[in-house]
């Protein structure tokens, strides 16, 4: 299977800890999105991130969130010191970024629970 | 800030029903692209429509791109109980950066 890949599907975290979700676009496609989804709502744009550079954050909350996409391996999605509000499932997408296309291919996301 | 309204938010009928979903927006997109996503999963997209005015069909669904590309549409004819999801139209600004994602249309279809 080339899709995305994400993982873990389901996480559980306490309030306080850290939640890291990963993400390993197509293969070929330099291009990584981050959206979050609540329950019956749609997708909330977070962060755009090409290899080593963050492209915009405009959708990511100021404190307590990170993302990064090295070099090498997947993509990263950090929540330090996760509340409730974040629970939530993240979505990955990856797109090949060429000009005029941002067709993006999504993983099958993330689950977080936080208790 | 972009944002796409999508009616109805909710939409239940009998199988072999026929239905239209909208997406609208007072900006406009260089493209729009609709996705379905089914509980558990990722959404997956279904087209992209780019110029004004354009229709494209896949199989008993046909998309619209309104004349001024700040609206869609899509229509199912006769609908099946496989196409139970949630619909989602995304716009595309144009400057590749994100896609703005309306609130989803949630589609039940009955047997």
């Known amino acids: 299977n080339a899709g995305v890949m994400q993982n873990p599907r389901h996480l559980v975290r306490r309030r306080g800890q850290e939640a890291r979700l990963r993400c390993s676009p197509v293969k070929g496609h330099s291009h990584v999105y981050w959206y979050r989804q609540l329950p019956e709502e749609g997708l909330k744009f977070m962060v755009y991130l090409q290899k080593e550079n963050i492209i915009d954050e405009s959708g990511m909350p100021k404190e307590r969130f990170s993302a990064e996409f090295p070099k090498e391996g997947p993509s990263i999605l950090r929540i330090q010191q996760v509340v409730r509000g974040d629970s939530a499932a993240y979505f990955c997408?990856?797109?090949?970024?060429?000009?005029?296309?941002?067709?993006?291919?999504f993983g099958q996301g993330t689950r977080l629970t936080v208790v | 800030t972009q944002l796409l309204e999508q009616s109805p938010q909710f939409l239940s009928i009998q199988e072999g029903e026929n239905l239209t979903v909208y997406c609208n927006s007072s900006s406009v997109f260089s493209s729009l692209q609709w996705y379905r996503q089914e509980p558990g999963e990722g959404p997956v997209l279904l087209v992209t429509v780019v110029t004004g005015g354009e229709v494209k069909k896949l199989k008993r669904l046909t998309f619209q791109f309104g004349d001024a590309r700040k609206d869609s549409s899509l229509h199912i004819t006769a609908a099946q109980t496989g196409d139970t999801g949630l619909y989602l139209c995304a716009g595309d600004s144009g400057s590749a950066r994100q896609l703005t994602f309306g609130s989803g249309t949630q589609l039940t279809v009955l047997p």
């Open positions: 997408a990856s797109s090949p970024g060429r000009v005029g296309n941002t067709e993006a291919f």
